[in-house]
């Protein structure tokens, strides 16, 4: 079994930061990509960027250098950063991983419950 918790959203006022959490915990032998996906109301599901385990990272449509998102793995965790959030980041975010349970088993792709960001003043 695999568990997330996310942590970070709540009510943001608008251009100040932004810090989500996701920590993975339960039966994991291998974690292999981690994302954060985010969906605003009305909106299809996006992603905001990918982590890879060797640590490469690969970004969704929103503008690179307005977020920052990191991994420890040591800790299984993933951060998504936002130094000047602003209303259009109003968005459910959801951490989303693929995770080995075991070594016989391959990845399976898991989500997290999500965590509601709303920005306003």
Avoid: H
């Avoid at 459910?92 to 693929?98: E, I, K, L």
Wanted: aromatic share 12%; charged share 20%; proline share 4%.
């Amino acid at each position: 079994q695999v568990n997330f918790e996310e942590s970070g959203g709540g009510l943001v006022q608008p251009g100040g930061p932004l810090r989500l959490s996701c920590t993975i915990s339960g039966t994991i032998f291998e974690i292999g990509a981690m994302n954060w996906y985010r969906q605003a109301p009305g909106k299809q599901r996006e992603l905001v960027a990918t982590v890879k385990n060797y640590g490469k990272i690969i970004t969704g449509d929103i503008p690179a250098e307005r977020f920052t998102i990191s991994r420890d793995n040591a800790k299984n965790a993933l951060y998504l950063e936002f130094k000047n959030v602003q209303p259009e980041d109003t968005a459910g975010y959801y951490c989303n991983a693929d995770i080995r349970e075991t070594s016989e088993r391959w990845f399976t792709n898991y989500w997290g419950q999500g965590t509601q960001v709303t920005v306003a003043s």
